[in-house]
């Protein structure tokens, strides 16, 4: 399905998306260079700069004089960052994925994967401008949306009037779509908890309890609800539910360790952070076992 336009550019996404990608300047001359063999790539006629690959993007009149070199060159890039990201050398593929992304502006694949990078090498300006780059192109995925609230709600304090807009402008353009009532729940908890909005997770949680009672998340997030409302009987049996929802050994250590010491009662802004804490390993590990599935085109 075809998605449209989230929002216009307004100045707080304008300077998100300028930190992503910062001008590099015009081409180089609109001439192709001389044809010749390059090792290790597809493309015979564009040589990739190993150390400033963006340096080697054809120009919109090379790249439409020469379709099927510049489908190569496209594949070099990505073959080229994944063997990066394989060696753990995230800057190479960063390098790599800008390339692509300069190459390939209008489509979501390059913008995604330097949010994934960008996040791995905690870039979280960088991460953010390319998510929203992905989000707003054809082939963004639900990946993308679920990345761009990770990375906003794992920032350390508050966050910015402008940041709280712009979450709550993509949760509600999720809204939106059909059949994403789960995931979209899933990151509006999320969000609550970094926001320390107990109505949003009373919302959230009804949802979840509705369309995935049994799932290890619902139950970490309605244990959330509990701590934040100070019910430390019903955290409790949460934390029982837990064990036999798939939560491991240590998500539940954690779980157990905020309700029996009752961490709530601590100062307001410093319980949001022990309880998002435990949140967000209890979800980790969740994650981690269960199986990966497809992203899911919006």
Known sequence: MRKYRMMSLGPVTAFLLAAAVSPRGAHAADQAPPARPNAGQLSTL????????????????????????????????????????????HQAAIRYYRALAMAVPDRATAWSKLCE???????????????????????????????????????????????????????????????????????????????????????????????????????????????????????????DRAKLAGVTVDGVAQMASVTVSGRWWLPRVLGAVTLGGAVLLALFLLGRRMTARSPRPL
């Open 46 to 89: 564009f040589s990739i700069n190993e150390r400033d690959p963006e340096s080697s993007v054809p120009t919109p009149k090379q790249r439409d004089g020469n379709p099927l070199e510049f489908g190569y060159f496209v594949q070099d890039l990505l073959a080229k960052a994944e063997i990066a990201t394989k060696k753990q050398d």
């Open 117 to 239: 990078a960008y996040e791995i090498v905690q870039d979280r300006g960088r991460a953010l401008g390319a998510c929203k780059y992905a989000m707003d192109r054809e082939g963004g995925t639900l990946i993308d949306y679920q990345r761009f609230v990770r990375v906003m709600v794992k920032k350390e304090g508050d966050l910015s009037p402008e940041e709280r807009t712009l979450l709550n402008q993509v949760l509600a353009h999720l809204d939106q779509q059909p059949g994403m009532a789960t995931p979209v729940a899933h990151l509006r908890c999320e969000s609550a908890i970094k926001l320390k909005d107990e109505a949003a997770m009373g919302s959230c949680t009804a949802v979840l309890a509705k369309v995935a009672p049994e799932d290890g998340r619902t139950i970490v997030f309605q244990w959330s609800y509990a701590v934040m409302r100070g019910d430390r009987a019903e955290a409790a049996r949460l934390v």
